[in-house]
Structures are given as structure tokens and as C-alpha cells.
């Protein structure tokens, strides 16, 4: 597979990085802190999953083909990984929220504090410091200037976003008007019978928040990875509920680029391109910031109304940022 590099910005977008001296202005709504990093470049847009056999041996923990691509997206050096990233924000003038630890996107924040929008959750709903957990939320919040509750995993341990068991935290979002963005949908990366034992496709089925909703009416919701790639079951919530939003982070780099975009297309034929936020699921792989970017420039079924939209104005909307 080759794919041409692209500049973040084309067409009018870069008509106005001339005019202005910098690139328009993207939020990027799913980014992870942390001291990531990867053994060897990762491809983009690869082709397919592969099958893996138990009988085999041990199985490779993503499912991706190996194959060669350009450009490849190459990891931030040891240690480094914060400073590239936020190199990359400033050159491509990027906003982004970032999730973590408390402390350690705090460490963020006190780096760019301009393009650094906190975000941090609970763990675990089955831990057993529940209490605990809530006044650590209540106080990131109310007091140490957090933004949005996630990234909220409960995918991962197998629970539905409606379980009672998390509703104490939601309550709490909805209570200190929060937003909160749930894991829906795309995960595992093709091993997670390998890698991740308790995670069921099941729990991103994006109508399971029905119920969550039904409970918390004001709260708003991003729904991580769209919901991939349960279109009709994303589009029927959207429909349903206009406090839903939906992010397009690690969809847009973890599946076949046509797939991708067929995905993306279907949200804005079916009505939605005002709740469609651009991300990158950003882990270890800086340049990942500006080859995500240039697929939503690049996009064809796109107009340059809703290229800004996805890529800026609707999470300012979500996100009550002022322009």
C-alpha cells in the first residue's frame, strides 16, 4: 500500500494559512498522555486483519497485515514522546484534549497550556474505591480546571455505558455539567481474544447508551471511534438524541482508507456532519497529527464547510470553546 503524504491543510484552508501566517485552527478531541512509545513505524490505512492460529505459537497482539506504506508513521524518540506531540500541535496549530492520569496531564498542560484541553476518568467500575474515585473526579473538575470525563472504558471490561455501575459518575458529569466520552465500537486491533479477554464487541453497540441517556437528558456524550462499525445503530442514536457527538479518533487510521471514508460519508449523508469531531486516538506516533488531518482535507465527499466543521467547529460547539 503507498499513500501520498499530504499537507494538513489544501484548497482554502491553506489560502488562509497564507493569508494569516498560520494553519487554520483543528481540535483534535482524543489524545493520550503518558510515556508511550513503539518498537517500529506503524502504517496507516492497513489493508486488512489477519487470521492468527493458537496452534502457531504465540499470536502477535494487533491483528494488522505487515506491509510497506509511505509514508510511514514512525514513534517519538524514548522519552520524547509529550515534546513531539506538542511540537506537532504548535506547527499544525492544534488544539487538543488530552486524557490521562491527573499528574501526568497536568505535565501537559503546564507545557502548552494554550492547546491543552484536561481530561481524566475513573478507572474501573468494578474497583472497590468507588468513593475514592468520585472525590478524585469531583476535585480534577471543580478545582484543578479538567474539562471532560474520559476516556471512559468500559468496553474493555465487558459493561454496558448504561450499567448502573457506572452511575455514579455520570451522575457527577451531568451534575458539574462535564461531558464525558465513551469507548464505543472499534478496539482490540484484531487480537482482542489475544489481548484484551474481557472486551465484547457487544458494549459498542452506541444504542446501549439509550438508557444513560434516558437518566441524564442534559448530559453530553462523545461517542470515541463513531461507534465503528455500527452505522445504522450510530445514526438511529444521533437521530435520537442531539446532545450525542461522535469522534472519528483511531477509525481513521486503524481501518482500510476507503472504508474510512465509506464510514465517515455515511454520517454526513445521513444528516449528522454538525456532530462529526475530528481525532487521532494520538499513542506514540507524532506524525500521526497531520497524515489524519490530511485525510479530511483531502476528502472529496467533502465540502470545505464541512471540513472546518469536523475539524474545528463542531467540537468548539461540544466543547463550548469560544472562537
Known amino acids: 500500500m503507498t499513500l501520498p503524504f499530504v499537507s494538513a491543510v489544501t484548497g482554502q484552508a491553506a489560502l488562509a494559512q497564507n493569508m494569516a501566517g498560520d494553519p487554520p485552527p483543528v ?43 509511505t509514508p510511514a508513521l514512525y514513534p517519538a524518540a524514548k522519552g520524547q514522546y509529550r515534546a513531539e506531540v506538542l511540537a ?25 497550556p494554550e492547546r491543552v484541553i484536561p481530561g ?25 480546571g479538567f474539562k471532560v470525563m474520559g ?41 482482542a481474544n489475544v489481548s484484551s479477554p474481557k472486551f465484547r464487541g457487544s458494549m459498542g453497540n452506541p444504542l446501549l447508551l439509550e438508557e444513560l441517556l434516558a437518566r441524564h437528558p442534559k448530559l453530553r456524550v462523545q461517542v470515541m471511534h463513531a461507534g465503528y462499525p455500527m452505522a445504522e445503530n450510530m445514526l438511529t442514536l444521533l437521530q435520537a438524541s442531539s446532545h450525542v457527538y ?21 454520517l454526513v449523508d445521513g444528516g449528522f456532519g454538525d456532530r462529526i469531531m475530528y481525532g487521532t ?13 490530511g485525510l479530511i482535507q483531502n476528502a472529496d465527499y467533502l465540502t470545505p464547510e464541512q471540513k472546518r466543521d469536523i475539524l474545528y467547529n463542531n467540537a468548539a460547539r461540544f466543547l463550548r470553546i469560544k472562537k
Request: charged share 20%; aromatic share 10%.
Open 281 to 293: 486516538d494520538q499513542l506514540a506516533w507524532p506524525g500521526l497529527m497531520a497524515y489524519s488531518i
Open 27 to 69: 481540535i483534535d478531541v482524543h489524545v493520550h498522555a503518558g510515556d508511550f512509545s513503539a518498537n517500529a513505524p506503524m502504517c496507516p490505512n492497513a489493508a486488512q486483519f489477519l487470521a492468527s492460529d493458537p496452534a502457531d505459537g504465540p499470536e502477535a497482539p494487533f491483528g494488522w497485515s505487515k506491509e510497506g506504506c
Open 88 to 112: 506537532e500541535m504548535k506547527r499544525l496549530n492544534v488544539t487538543a484534549v488530552v486524557f490521562g492520569e491527573v499528574d501526568q496531564v497536568k505535565a501537559w498542560a503546564a507545557a502548552a
Open 151 to 191: 476516556e471512559i472504558g468500559l468496553q474493555y471490561e465487558g459493561i454496558s455505558p448504561s450499567d448502573m455501575r457506572a452511575e455514579p459518575y455520570f451522575a457527577l458529569a451531568e451534575k458539574l455539567d462535564i461531558p464525558v466520552a465513551i469507548h464505543m465500537g472499534t478496539g482490540g486491533s484484531g487480537r
Open 246 to 266: 461522535v469522534d472519528i479518533a483511531g477509525l481513521i487510521w486503524s481501518y482500510p482508507r476507503k472504508e474510512v471514508n465509506r464510514y465517515i460519508q455515511r
Open 120 to 144: 481524566t476518568a475513573f478507572k474501573s467500575v468494578v474497583s472497590p474505591d468507588q468513593a475514592e474515585q468520585l472525590k478524585r473526579m469531583e476535585v480534577a473538575f471543580t478545582k484543578d
